[in-house]
């Protein structure tokens, strides 16, 4: 088998034991509350099959994806730590130390499988084959920059969730509503002209709790809520009246 070929084959299996891998974990952290991994499994999965099915050209599409996939991980690991505030990271790691080790160890893990990945198909005896077959090896560049947009991108909503005005809003409020002791982060929020709603981790000894905190005028909306027939009945004391009247409908 040529050198090629015999390095496609250990990077699509390569790709496609992580697909499966993080598909077993996805299954657990349904039931544990881990955090979850979709998008790696897909990938994973895609990639690896891809790989080891599709036609040589197949190895320059594999590898512009692996370019875009290293470079947002990368990216993201070196300046996540710069933007989130070290209390929240410290809190982080006292409420789940071996959970929050474990998630770093993942990442840390993963960013050298894709360096790994990358460079064996990046390899002279890969990028001769290609040549070969007509299909061009340039080093995907187009994929790096567009990795760094998205590093970018994830930077300044990270940045908005952790300085900006609504998100030390929602950080008194949670403290206000649910503790001062506890240390907050906020995951996600919904803002209006006068308020807006967010849910927030709050970090203690105890753990990590899931928190919603509504602030201004979003205070003043009320979720729909739909009550069975039969329970708006007997809410009355009418759970006699409500078979009849029910009858009579028909």
Known sequence: MPEHQQIRRRVSWALVALGSATLVYMVASFNLGWPSLTGVTLLGLVMGLALRWGPLSTTRKMTWCLALWLTVYLGMSLILPLIQPWGVTLAKFRAEPLAQSLWMGYRLALMAFL???????????VCDAM??????????????GLGAVVVVGLAGLEFHLSYSEAARTARTQARLQHGLERTYDV??????DNGGRAVLGAYSADGVEQVRVTWGDWLLR????VIPRGDACRAD????DCRGRAQGRR
């Open 131 to 144: 040549a070969n077959r007509g299909v061009h090896p340039a080093r995907p560049w187009v994929a790096f």
């Open 115 to 125: 360096l790994w990945a990358y460079t064996a198909l990046r390899r002279p005896a």
């Open 237 to 240: 004391g009418e759970g006699g």
């Open 222 to 225: 009320i979720e729909p809520t």
């Open 187 to 192: 995951y996600t929020m919904t803002l209006g």
